[in-house]
């Protein structure tokens, strides 16, 4: 209690109006006392105007958020070396200097005390001048930026090698070299009180539903947070179906995916500070597609992607119908193979479901080790602990050499599909529940109740198996397969609603 007051009573007075004064004293003492007080990285730098009228000024910077090499040459020696003319007074002085004196392309005037401590958090430098009611905010970033790189997340054979780094900035700037044209839009917004993280939104005008952009640009503005770190903060705030583990919101890191996404009348989303862009609407059709599909020949990509299909169904549905046939529909497993499993579970003390929920959890439990620990040590403990687990396991007779076959069949097809390999998880682990319990019956409820699930769900009002349910041949010639370029002539009707032509001067038939 004494501590609190203590500091309540060597608290600054607050300043009452944020309106910047024309007193650099004044002005000076708000900022230190107030705005920046015990903050020792915001640097004070002092000096005068030439001229027999020399005007007092100071720059104001945060240390490491800035290029002191451009400040030096392009602010500071060219005001010291300028005089102001006699009749230039007040605001006028401001505009003499920004016009006249400062050597840079990118300067705005700043009236208030909190817009300067915003723009000095950013990495622009402010200059106060004595005498006039308004500052000058240079800018003049110049913080540690990662070099552009091959995402490790979505490495492929062929293809570009670019990921989007933290830098907002220089990953619009590499979506812009792939969409080199004037319809290519760029909308900023700003979401946290205290973080105050830019936010941008890329479409192209001629392409993506107005429609679309303002309902992304509502969600966005309607976040009341005090800050965001990452684009997973705005994915789960604004995405539909909130309490369903299947998304709404896609994410990448390459910028030639988010390029084919906004070609396509989607809209794309890139945050501060994030590698990770954020697509939507997004489908249950594209956790299957790859940008590797598109560089292939189409009869290689179609192959590809149905390996994902069916992997997706293995991971998904295999402990189940194991536990279910074994357990309740034995008859329906050929004679050799029902004696050979009875074989090897003789002298395994626990039912399967027991032998399903114990292996799948030390599986996850590997693959976890393996993601967090550093890579060669994730690795190794990751092989070598599924060996010696596994062949410890069976020798100790805990659980069955099928078992064994069965969870490295089904966790070896879920990282076929990495976006939906969580989700395979939780969908496993139901449906072994429900084979379970009612064997056969129980598996086939919980599949419909999936489908259901997914039946009912949107996308920024676009339904998430809108490409999965239709017989129109242009909306499901990148579906199961990816028919030829010249095939695919015309953009998703459920997205592009301005320009749904892709390819020039062909006719889409029955698609439109």
């Known amino acids: 209690m004494f501590f609190w007051k203590r500091t309540q009573k060597n608290a600054p007075r607050p300043r009452g109006l944020d309106q910047l004064s024309s007193s650099l004293a004044v002005n000076l003492h708000w900022l230190k006392s107030d705005v920046f007080a015990n903050d020792d990285t915001i640097v004070f730098r002092s000096f005068k105007t030439k001229g027999k009228r020399p005007l007092d000024c ?28 006699r009749g230039v007074r007040g605001r006028e002085v401001a505009r003499y200097l920004s ?50 790189t091959e995402p490790p997340t979505e490495s492929v054979v062929r293809g570009p090698r670019q990921g989007f ?39 192209l005008d001629n392409v993506t539903s107005l429609e679309l952009v303002e309902e992304v640009q509502r969600r966005i503005e309607q976040i009341d947070i005090d800050a965001v770190l990452d684009s997973g903060y705005i994915q789960e705030l604004i995405q539909d179906a909130p309490f369903s583990p299947f998304p709404t919101i896609g994410q990448t890191e390459r910028p030639d995916v988010v390029a084919a996404k906004i070609l ?21 059709v594209e956790a299957f597609q790859a940008n590797e599909d598109y560089y292939n020949h189409w009869i290689t990509a179609s192959f590809h992607r149905l390996v994902r299909y069916i992997s997706f169904f293995i991971t998904t ?23 050979s499993i009875a074989a090897a579970r003789k002298n395994v003390p626990f039912p399967g479901i027991v032998e399903v929920v114990a292996m799948g959890l030390v599986f996850e439990i590997l693959r976890e080790g393996g993601v967090r620990l550093p890579r060669p040590i994730g690795q190794a403990i990751s092989i070598v602990g599924a060996i010696v687990l596994g062949d410890a396991a069976v020798s ?21 599909v990495p976006n939906l390999n969580d989700i395979a998880v939780l969908m496993r682990l139901s449906l072994v529940l429900l084979a379970a319990i009612l064997g056969l019956y ?70 439109r």
């Open 317 to 339: 549905t295999t402990p189940a119908l194991y536990i279910a046939l074994i357990s309740y529909h034995p008859q329906l497993i050929p004679t050799n193979l029902v004696v």
């Open 99 to 148: 016009e006249q004196v400062l050597e840079s392309d990118g300067s705005e005037f700043v009236t208030s005390y909190s817009a300067i401590g915003d723009k000095l958090m950013d990495g622009v430098g402010v200059l106060l001048i004595d005498g006039c009611p308004l500052a000058i905010a240079v800018d003049a970033q110049g913080w540690a930026k990662r070099a552009v």
């Open 264 to 284: 396509e009348g989607r809209v794309a989303v890139l945050v501060d500070g994030s590698p990770f862009a954020l697509t939507m609407p997004y489908l249950l």
């Open 165 to 203: 780094g933290e830098d907002l900035g220089v990953n619009i700037s590499m979506v812009r070299l792939k969409l080199s044209s004037p319809n290519f839009k760029t909308k900023f917004v700003h979401v946290g009180t205290k973080s105050k993280t830019r936010v941008a939104i890329l479409y």
């Open 442 to 511: 129980g598996f086939v409820l919980g599949a419909i109740a999936i489908a259901l699930l997914l039946s009912s769900m949107e996308s920024f009002g676009v339904p998430y198996l809108s490409t999965m349910t239709t017989l129109v041949p242009q909306d499901v010639k990148d579906t199961l397969v990816r028919v030829p370029w010249w095939q695919m002539i015309l953009r998703p009707r459920y997205l592009a609603s301005k320009d749904r032509q892709r390819l020039q001067g062909q006719d889409g038939g029955g698609g």
């Open 58 to 85: 100071v720059l104001v910077y945060a240390d490491n958020m800035v290029k002191h090499e451009y400040l030096s040459q392009f602010v500071l020696r060219p005001m010291m070396r300028a005089a102001v003319p």
């Open 396 to 416: 100790a007779s805990l659980v069955s050499a099928p078992m064994i076959i069965v969870v490295g069949i089904t966790g070896v097809a879920g990282f076929v």
